[in-house]
């Protein structure tokens, strides 16, 4: 079965960077049929794609985000990194990693989500 | 504004069916890429419940359907019950926005 967890501090001042891990058990983030990503959701609103990451290094990125984000990948722990940068109070929201499939890109594994609230 | 079009809102009594619509553009549903569906539930994270517009993962109940016709998408619930009370979202990849995208997302009250 497969899973992701996401793990990384709650609370980030206004102005610095929002770092978080999602680390994968049950399958192999080299195991080349997927893309890894991260997805937002500031309460009281839907769902926002932030990018994703192939096992290569390849990113994608949201328009609206990509001078702040980095997507990184660490093969050997299993894992894949967010970095947000300058982050502000419209940043505060529950992060969530998850599997996207190639092709089709469809998210079928997410992790149980992580609140991350931006204030001094 | 969401790329993908969804109604705020939709209710039906236990029992009935109720149906989810999705309206993109010619830069993703109509481009033929493919439409998925996930179910939010408070506390929880969000479960893909349609993918590739009509396929349903193992589990869940065929109850719920999707369809896809032209630059929308629709998803249908028969057989409403209690437990399916939540949101909904439509996601898919867009071309111009070279990622996925997802619609603002649809709650579900059952009456």
């Known amino acids: 079965q497969v899973q992701l967890q996401e793990s990384g501090p709650g609370l980030v001042k206004p102005s610095q960077t929002l770092s978080l891990t999602c680390t994968v058990s049950?399958?192999?983030?080299?195991?080349?049929?997927?893309?890894w990503s991260w997805i937002r959701q500031p309460a009281g609103k839907g769902l926002e794609w932030i990018g994703r990451?192939?096992?290569?290094?390849?990113?994608n990125y949201n328009p609206s985000l990509k001078s702040r984000v980095t997507i990184s990948v660490d093969t050997s722990q299993n894992q894949f990194s967010l970095k947000l940068r300058s982050v502000t109070a419209a940043d505060t929201a529950v992060y969530y990693c998850?599997?996207?499939?190639?092709?089709?890109?469809?998210?079928?594994?997410w992790g149980q989500g992580t609140l991350v609230t931006v204030s001094s | 504004q969401s790329v993908l079009t969804q109604p705020p809102s939709v209710s039906g009594a236990p029992g009935q069916r109720v149906t989810i619509s999705c309206t993109g553009s010619?830069?993703?549903?109509?481009?033929?890429?493919?439409l998925h569906w996930y179910q939010h539930l408070p506390g929880t994270a969000p479960k893909l419940l349609i993918y590739?517009?009509?396929n349903r993962p193992s589990g869940v109940p065929d109850r719920f359907s999707g369809s896809k016709s032209g630059t929308s998408a629709s998803l249908a619930i028969t057989g409403l019950q209690a437990e399916d009370e939540g949101d909904y979202y439509c996601?898919?990849?867009?071309?111009?926005?070279?990622?996925?995208?997802f619609g603002g997302g649809t709650k579900l009250t059952v009456l």
């Open positions: 990451i192939y096992t290569s290094g390849s990113t």
């Open positions: 998850a599997r996207e499939q190639w092709g089709s890109w469809y998210l079928d594994y």
């Open positions: 590739g517009n009509s």
């Open positions: 996601q898919s990849y867009d071309s111009n926005l070279s990622g996925s995208v």
């Open positions: 010619s830069s993703n549903i109509g481009a033929n890429y493919d």
């Open positions: 049950g399958d192999s983030i080299s195991s080349g049929s997927y893309y």
